[in-house]
């Protein structure tokens, strides 16, 4: 398991300081002394030390209270940020805490920040709608309701929030004049499975994922078998079957579509998202979809060069996301200012391996974040876009961290 003995105890104050832990293991240490110095003075039976108290974590039994009448946790370090390696002391924010800031969804997903607006959106998929955190008060609200069943959301350069929608099999851009915009439904005439996520491109290009998951009767439309797609649907939608493998897309300014990444490269492409310098583009392949004839992804994560002409190259894994032995499968990934990808981390029943897992740009494991719930997805936001925002399964939370996100939304 990663434990949180794997800090590196000379990054929790400068040198020569103690740590906290060092400070509590001295304690303890003392007060055992005390004690049995006493025990001597009066003939009995000296007490054993005790350990060291330690902050609930989500490890603990009781696991931690992550609500707002949790009991605090701050301790320093957060107990459930782990640094794997010493370097991942520069990136997470001493003196603060993970917080739950709102609970009660289906299935969290798609966290984006508007800048300009000072609030979060995410997608809360089978509900069918858009969740909205602002930052000034902590208040949340149904933000856009229906959202056709909305996944992946981002924001572009020009503050425009952009929505990969399942129920619709489109991604969407909301204009600032408050019309929208289908900027891509089909590809070669063939409509498309149902875009995943999405991410902006500085020359005005974007680059979606377009997975089958939506072909769910829980988030989108039955593709197949004895359900009938149209119950609970208005009278004039369409149920349409899949029609094209699961590849990954660019929409070209000019609103061409191009494919950039294929099935037989990346099976069932999921979250994606760009180096700082553009230079670099990461996929994450996740596990077989409705309507999958082959094996399906492998929950790993690919690499490409992006060239000049906006060609890919030079495919590598990334990661196989296996840690101590435990499939920490990703779904969701952010890139920081130093390059460094936090990547939503799904282990299922394995507790302590939910959450974010942190790597840097040559695929070394840095450091980890506990969440007591599965992780969909991440997001870099707040004033300063160094608060990482993370949509688990039914909740969304949030800790800051020492580093920003590198791109907007």
Partial sequence: MIDQEQRNPEAD???????????VQGLAVAAGATIAGM???????????????????TITTPPRDFGPGGAPTTYFWDPDIIAV?????????????IKRLY????????????????????????????????????????????????????????GRQLSCEHLTRRVTRYEHDGTATVLADSFNGKKLNSPNDVVPHPDGSYWFTDPPYGGQLYEGEP??????????????????????PTNCYRIDPSGRIDMVVTEEQVPDPNGLCFSPDYKKLYVISTGKGPGDTGPGGK????????????????QKLFSD?????????????????????????????????????????????????????????????????????????????????????????
């Fill in 85 to 97: 390696d010493p370097s991942f002391n520069d990136l997470a924010q001493p003196n603060t805490a």
């Fill in 13 to 23: 104050g400068s040198a020569g300081a103690m740590s906290r832990r060092t400070l």
């Fill in 223 to 244: 593709d197949a078998g004895k359900l009938n797609p149209r119950i609970g649907q208005p009278a004039d939608f369409v149920a349409r079957k899949r029609e094209l």
């Fill in 39 to 57: 025990g001597s003075t009066s003939a009995q039976t000296p007490t054993p030390t005790p350990a060291p108290v330690g902050p609930p974590t």
């Fill in 299 to 314: 929950g790993d994560m690919h690499v490409f060069d992006v060239g000049a002409d906006n060609k890919l190259s030079n």
């Fill in 321 to 409: 996301f296996m840690i101590d032995g435990v499939k920490c499968g990703p779904d969701g990934v952010r890139a920081d200012v130093n390059g460094n990808l936090w990547v939503s981390s799904n282990a299922g029943p394995h507790v302590g391996y939910n959450g974010v897992t942190v790597w840097s740009p040559d695929g070394k494991l840095l450091g980890s974040i506990r969440l007591p719930e599965v992780c969909g997805n991440v997001c870099f936001g707040g004033p300063k876009r160094n608060r990482l925002f993370m949509a688990g399964s039914q909740s969304l939370y949030a800790v800051y961290t020492a580093t920003q996100g590198a791109a907007p939304g």
């Fill in 103 to 158: 609970t009660g969804l289906l299935w969290a997903e798609g966290p984006a920040w508007s800048a300009q607006g000072r609030y979060l959106v995410w997608s809360d998929i089978p509900n069918n709608r858009q969740m909205r955190y602002l930052e000034d008060d902590s208040r949340v609200s149904v933000f856009r309701s229906p959202s056709n069943n909305s996944n992946g959301n981002t924001f572009d350069f020009q």
